[in-house]
């Protein structure tokens, strides 16, 4: 090679190592990215190795397995390429800051060639922020809504540790049939905000966090969903059904081959403690100044890798309330334990503990992904097979999907839930697997089975077409009585409330970066059982937005 040449590389590389730091910083994405999707595409076919059990993860992380899909792109079909160099220019920035450099920046592309609305760059801290916009229309059988929505999203980097954002987003609907209360949808739940208004809906979701990343480990305090398992449409352990709530998450790669999680959740129980409660000495908004009862969630896990593409985890998470227990906040503490020694195994004192496993398997069988989950409320394990006495109060979901199905970027999958009576409920109601009366698990609550099966295909970069089709069945909440001393307890789907049949269909473009079209058509063919009466509803959505 000749000498100048030599030189001139020698001083790029020096020059390209002094300009750009590479950071550790934290910022968690949106897991409604369709950056997810694509790389659990990757990862069933066996070219990265994703640990996506617990959403969010960070840019980094994403970008990371994108800089590994870049290196084999080879391998890749020329849609994954485009949408591959797509998602570069989006999560590039998350991962190198530009040092030395001060500058400020408006409506500009920047490094990587990706349209930021706003940027500031100062040494190692930076600000990105974007704007949220969006419109949208659903009508339909007794329903023709028009969605507003606008916000903004913040995030940044400070030094080489810190990172922060910000997300607000604020919903207005007008017209007739909208959802005030969001209980039989996978939608994630509302606050409503002014109940008093019967024209209109408006409600808004606010995110943020503040963490600090090292080589090994996370630790992040914010306000945002924590999802855990897998699932089409629906989670039995942590889902994105209740609002978002305050936490402390801790995540450690202690080895490789072992990922350990821990959260602690401030829930919101919905229920007065009128021991607080006290008159305001006036008769503005009722005269009383209202508390609800504190409730609170402990949570973790360990994922394990037992070999390239097959991962099982296990976790426990445990229910409590009146106030802040220390020892809920000690990650590796076995809760279930402590609960029991720390009560004197009082039920009417103690907490309520729920433990839950994962199993989830890519490429073992070529370019698939085979997952199950099981989730334990109650279980008696000297019972289990005793028909009389047993109380094995547990969900699962198992589930298959194939890509590449006769053509590249086709994929179908089936899947199957259940979750038996009273799971998720407890007879101290401020226990209950709930956050603002929402279910934090699964959507359809408990007493119910799913079967589900999809196909995917993306015909271009970037578009993304599925169909559903959905067969449910669920039955009565029961009471108390029933769920702790009947025997035998009630059978699976006893007092049978509806049978129902989903056809759904949904197209969505994202035709910038973070700017997307979308339609969904829906058809549900519900059965009610206790009336012996059938109903169709049709439903059409229609929206383009500007932002996750």
């Known amino acids: 090679m000749p000498i100048k040449l030599l030189r001139g590389l020698t001083l790029l590389c020096m020059g390209v190592i002094f300009q750009l730091h590479v950071t550790a910083q934290t910022i968690w994405e949106n897991p409604k990215s369709e950056a997810y999707p694509f790389l659990t595409r990757m990862a069933n076919k066996g070219l990265i190795q994703f640990n996506d059990l617990i959403l969010p993860v960070s840019r980094k992380t994403i970008y990371e397995h994108l800089r590994q899909l870049q290196q ?23 991962y190198h800051t530009i040092k030395d450099t001060s500058n400020i920046s408006f409506f500009k592309k920047d490094a990587y060639g990706r349209f930021r609305s706003f940027t500031a760059n100062e040494h190692t801290t930076t600000l990105q922020v974007d704007p949220i916009i969006g419109m949208g229309y659903i009508g339909g059988s007794d329903k023709a809504v028009k969605q507003y929505s606008s916000g903004v999203d913040i995030w940044g980097t400070i030094g080489s540790h810190w990172g922060f954002q910000i997300y607000f987003r604020d919903f207005n609907e007008t017209g007739t049939g909208f959802d005030t209360l969001t209980q039989n949808t996978p939608n994630t739940g509302i606050i409503r ?21 090292w080589k ?10 924590l999802q855990w398992g897998y699932g089409q449409n629906g989670l039995i352990v942590l889902s994105d059904k209740s609002p978002v709530f305050p936490y402390i998450r801790f995540d450690y790669q202690l080895f490789k081959w072992l990922h350990f999680n821990y959260a602690h959740i401030w829930l919101n129980s919905n229920i007065i403690d009128s021991g607080r409660t006290y008159a305001t000495g006036n008769t503005v908004y009722g005269g009383q100044r209202t508390y609800f009862q504190p409730k609170y969630m402990a949570i973790h896990s360990v994922n394990i890798t037992l070999k390239k593409g097959l991962t099982a985890a296990i976790g426990e998470s445990m229910i409590y309330n009146d106030r802040i227990q220390i020892p ?6 076995f809760y279930k334990i402590y609960d029991y020694e720390s009560t ?19 490429n073992q069988i070529p370019k698939t992904q085979l997952y199950g989950t099981v989730f334990i409320d109650e279980i008696s394990v000297t019972n289990f097979f005793n028909t009389k006495k047993r109380r094995n109060q547990l969900g699962y979901t198992i589930g298959i999907e194939k890509n590449d199905l006769f053509i590249p970027y086709f994929s179908m999958g089936v899947e199957y839930t259940r979750v038996n009576p009273f799971v998720y409920r407890n007879f101290i109601p401020a226990e209950d697997y709930t956050n603002h009366g929402y279910y934090l698990g699964d959507w359809m609550g408990n007493n119910f089975d799913r079967i589900i099966v999809t196909a995917k295909y993306h015909p271009i970069a970037k578009l993304s077409l599925m169909a559903r089709f959905q067969y449910s069945r669920k039955g009565g909440p029961g009471n108390l009585i029933q769920q702790y001393f009947v025997q035998p307890q009630p059978s699976f789907l006893f007092d049978l409330q509806n049978k129902t049949t989903e056809f759904y269909f949904q197209a969505k473009y994202e ?9 969904i058509i829906q058809q549900l063919h519900s059965h009610d059982a206790i009336l012996n009466t059938n109903n169709i509803a049709n439903t059409l959505q229609l929206g383009i937005s500007y932002g996750l």
């Open 216 to 225: 090994k480990g996370i630790v992040s305090i914010g306000q945002d969903h």
């Open 328 to 333: 809920y906040l000690i990650p590796i503490l």
């Open 344 to 362: 004197n195994s009082n039920n009417m004192s103690g907490s309520n503990s729920q433990i839950f496993f994962n199993i989830n398997s890519r």
């Open 511 to 519: 035709w910038l970066h973070r700017l997307y079209i979308n339609a």
């Open 72 to 94: 084999i792109s080879s391998s890749l079909t020329s849609t994954e390429k485009k949408e591959l160099a797509f998602y570069l220019q989006e999560y590039s920035r998350a």
């Open 193 to 213: 905000k002014d109940i008093s208004n019967h024209k209109s809906l408006n409600y808004s979701e606010t995110r943020a966090a503040i963490t600090y990343t």
